[in-house]
């Protein structure tokens, strides 16, 4: 009789902390996500603002510097359930803006142009990096709360369930390539 | 910043994955940033400063071939006190997934972790078995490169998760700006690699090479590499094997001058690359590349653009594209101009800045790497 009973309390401790175990993988993994998104809306908004900065610096043609001051503008005031949308958009009139090469080599031609340049360069190019590890986060994360053990013990507690950010960061070729 | 660089396998034996983690940590430090490398190494082998013995590498059999790891609490110890001791605002594993030193670290750090995996290879049961060991201890990287598509390709079948690509770097400058030999000159084909290694592809090489001698008189064959010179001419005509001349093991400045001196690199490899730095090198100093057409290998040649490729394993082919090339100059040039500028893309200074962003990347609003009591034990788990 007791001893049934010194094993059930070995078993129970035991689950325990292997429980109190993945309770924290899982609370590292939220952390993790929680760090990424920042740092990936830190990206997006650093990518706005050069945008934004280029527009209306005047090294553009008018037309151009529309398109990108729109584009920029609506990334930046985008509300969360638009933000993605808003943010493939500055993707495309990025893309079509400095499609061609030339187009780049005008920015740098301007007085404080390299720099400008170099700025959306680096900014374009870390958007899609940010977002990967962003979603790579939240991947690890979906699969282990989909794990019956937490589920059951609901061991997440009221964390809402993590969401990927989707959105098209194809950055311009014209910037992303730097041969030379 | 100050940036720790794990490397999963010994410092005292040469290999692609060491060699890239001492160009990262020196091109690093020329930038001002504090590197602590923390590798296996023999008592008594000389380390360059920045590098922190982890104590010597045990050789076990592992994954096919004999690797010397690192693992056991003793070097779990001393992976702890390195990461105290160096407060890193990031730590880079590479290789997290071979039961060594990158996988100790995994386990005993929290923090930013950025993790580069090298190599591919096809889904093991090991690495199935393996998955739910593994799974904790790589669910703490915040940041994944894969150094090829097709390491990429891999990591994304046996772990799932996503990285980004970011290639192997090479002082370009280095080669291309070293002094051809005349003696090396003058039709003549190159090859880089452990002579007795089949998978690097030298009996494919030596199949096609009569064809190629014969058709083209004036041409030689220089190898440098590794390996018994007697067995690997021993299914050649014997009057064509002097036209084959061995080098041997050849210093860092000689294989450039080498590169340099060819008129056609052949890499014939046939199986087990995932990257092929030896084809950007051979870019770098422009020399023609003509390579085995695995998949590593198309990506780094640009799928063809950027030099020639031949079905894997086919002598003939290999030995049409050869003689063609041979006796093609302008074809030649073409190849060189075009490696030349494509290979920038892997030169340091375009490596080094990806690498860079993404340590910032990580590190935005993030503490420093620490141990992570967590994994201190049962009393630590519960609190007392």
Redesign the interface.
């Known amino acids: 009789m007791t001893e049934t009973l010194i094993w059930t309390v070995v078993a129970l401790i035991l689950i325990g ?1 292997y429980l ?2 993945t309770a ?2 899982l609370d ?2 939220h952390s ?1 996500i929680d ?2 998104r ?2 990936l809306d ?2 997006l908004l650093r990518r706005a603002s050069v945008t934004q900065e280029l527009a209306t610096s005047g090294v553009l043609d008018p037309a151009a510097s529309i398109v990108l001051y729109e584009a920029a503008h609506a990334a930046r005031q985008a509300e969360e359930d638009h933000r993605e949308v808003a943010e493939s958009e500055l993707s495309q009139a990025l893309r079509a803006v400095f499609g061609e090469p030339e187009q780049v080599e005008l920015v740098r031609q301007a007085p404080g142009g390299p720099e400008a340049a170099e700025e959306l360069a ?1 900014a374009v ?2 958007v ?3 977002r ?2 962003h ?3 939240v ?2 994360a979906r ?2 709360r989909r794990h019956r053990k937490v589920r059951w013990f609901r061991l997440a507690g009221h964390a809402p369930f993590p969401l990927a950010f989707e959105m098209d960061d194809e950055p311009p070729v014209a910037l992303a ?4 | 910043m100050r940036i720790g660089i794990v490397c999963p396998y010994s410092w005292d034996v040469p290999g692609g994955v060491q060699f890239h983690i001492r160009d990262l940590a020196e091109h690093l430090i020329r930038l001002g940033h504090e590197v602590s490398v923390l590798a296996p190494a023999d008592e008594d082998t000389p380390l360059p400063p920045y590098v922190v013995s982890a104590g010597r590498a045990v050789p076990v059999p592992y994954n096919g071939s004999v690797a010397r790891l690192n693992f056991g609490f003793l070097s779990a110890a001393r992976v702890r006190r390195w990461l105290h001791d160096g407060t890193f605002d990031v730590v880079h594993i590479h290789e997290p997934t071979s039961p060594s030193l990158g996988l100790l670290t995994c386990w005993a750090a ?1 923090g ?1 972790i950025v993790a580069t995996f090298h190599t591919s290879n096809p889904r093991s049961r090991a690495m199935i078995a393996a998955y739910p060991i593994l799974q ?1 201890a790589l ?2 990287i ?3 490169i894969a150094v090829s598509e097709y390491a990429r390709r891999t990591l994304v079948e046996h772990l ?5 690509l970011i290639p192997n770097g090479v002082d370009v400058d280095f080669f291309a700006r070293a002094e051809p030999k005349k003696e090396w000159q003058g039709e003549t084909l190159g090859f880089i690699g452990r002579i007795d290694e089949p998978r690097k592809g030298l009996p494919v090489l030596m199949r096609a090479l009569p064809r190629i001698l014969t058709e083209r008189p004036g041409a030689r064959l220089l190898v440098a590499g590794r390996g018994d010179e007697e067995e690997a001419v021993a299914s050649l005509p014997a009057e064509m094997r002097s036209r084959v001349e061995f080098l041997g093991m050849v210093s860092d400045e000689d294989k450039a001058r080498l590169l340099r001196s060819v008129d056609v690199y052949v890499a014939p490899n046939t199986g087990g690359e995932s990257f092929g730095i030896i084809l950007v090198e051979a870019m770098s100093a422009g020399a023609p590349v003509l390579a085995a057409d695995l998949d590593a290998f198309a990506q780094v040649l640009d799928q063809g653009g950027a030099g020639e490729l031949f079905a894997n394993e086919d002598a003939d082919a290999l030995a049409d594209a050869a003689i063609r090339l041979l006796g093609d100059e302008a074809r030649r040039a073409e190849l060189s101009a075009r490696g030349s ?2 290979v ?2 892997f030169d340091w200074s ?1 490596v080094g800045a ?1 690498i860079l ?2 340590y ?3 590190t ?3 503490a420093a790497v620490d141990t992570d009591e ?1 994994v201190g034990g ?1 009393r630590a ?2 609190g007392l």
Request: aromatic residues 4%; without cysteine; charged residues 35%.
């Open positions: 902390v109190s175990w924290g993988r590292r993994l993790r760090a990424a920042a740092a830190a990206q680096a190019r870390r899609p990096m940010a990967r590890f979603n790579d986060a991947r690890a699969a282990l390539d730097r041969p030379a | 929290q930013p904790p669910e703490k915040s940041a994944r799932g998760g996503d990285a980004v500028s494509h920038r893309r375009t990806d962003a993404v910032e990347t990580v935005d609003g993030a967590r049962l788990r519960l």
